[in-house]
């Protein structure tokens, strides 16, 4: 490595510029974009599963048409994104093999079961809620091609949020039972969802470096207070009540103060021992399985068209 190389990518860093996919970068800046944004895709595409298992039992049409087009969304965002981590010279059936071989990972919220309909609410309003406050900054992140992922992806999260919020909206002003059904699945997901913005700043191996990459804009800590702060008021007007004692706010601070989140669970969950994790890697290796013969048949096509194909 030429020093010429290692002083421009710094300089790139420290203005602000981004660095792109031809540029020169350090093995460990490559290496850790690559895991960030195969982590990130895989999540889009296992996050699928959860939702996916109402498209069936949607309560009405209408339901199911934006249920539809969500899920349809986040297969969408994972294709955006491996392509992302393509230009990094990541190749996508690799990523594919790794995520079914438990070596790299996706985001632990999706290993927890969808009990009912006010779970695709509680998702959009929560996990969706939480995914745009992680990934908001993210537009800013160093590495050209995901930071414009980000934005449009970000665009469409923000719409998952509302329909999720307007779902549950419309629930809590239906029965008892329906409220019931809303507070279950708000009991159910809070937890989880602190828990995506990754573990404490004390217990975080990579943030130091990824802030000084400019990969990450704000620590875990940083972020999971954002969402705590956000969340409150809306839970207070939406009429549930999170499921957290010790949730009061910090004149001191100009902030909520929340209890302790359950790390090891979420160590639990991330080794591969949450509520769903062999389902979903199992329906995802399935899924790949039957779809080879569309690999094969594309591959067949792009060989009789050689004019068409990109290389
Ligand atoms: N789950 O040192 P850090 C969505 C791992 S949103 C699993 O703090 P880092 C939208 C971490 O990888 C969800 N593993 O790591 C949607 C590392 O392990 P490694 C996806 C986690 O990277 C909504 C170790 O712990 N969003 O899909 C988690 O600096 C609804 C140490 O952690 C993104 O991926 C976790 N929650 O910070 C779809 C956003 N947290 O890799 C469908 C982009 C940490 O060294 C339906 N990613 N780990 O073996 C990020 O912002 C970061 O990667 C963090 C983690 C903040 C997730």
Known sequence: MSVDLQEHFDETIAHERRIEPRDWMPDGYRATMIRQIAQHAHSEIIGMQPEGNWITRAPSLRRKA???AKVQDEAGHGMYLYSAAETLGAGRGDMTAKLIGGRQKYSSIFNYPTLSYADVGVIGWL????AICNQVPLCRS????????MIRICKEESFHQRQ????????MRGTAAQREMVQDAVNRFWWPSLMMFGPPDADSPNTAQSMEWG??????DELRQRFVDMSVPQAEKLGVTLPDPLLRWNDERGHYDFGPVDWDEFKAVIAGN?????????????AH???AWVREAAMAHA???PERVRV
């Open 142 to 149: 160093s590495y050209g091609p995901y930071a414009r992922a």
């Open 66 to 68: 934006i249920l539809l």
């Open 215 to 220: 990969i990450k804009r704000h620590t875990n």
């Open 164 to 171: 999720g919020y307007e779902l549950l909206l419309t629930m």
């Open 274 to 286: 949450g509520p769903c994790n062999t389902q979903r890697v199992a329906r995802r290796k399935a």
């Open 289 to 291: 399985d039957e779809g």
């Open 303 to 305: 060989r009789k068209n």
């Open 127 to 130: 996990v969706d809620g939480a």
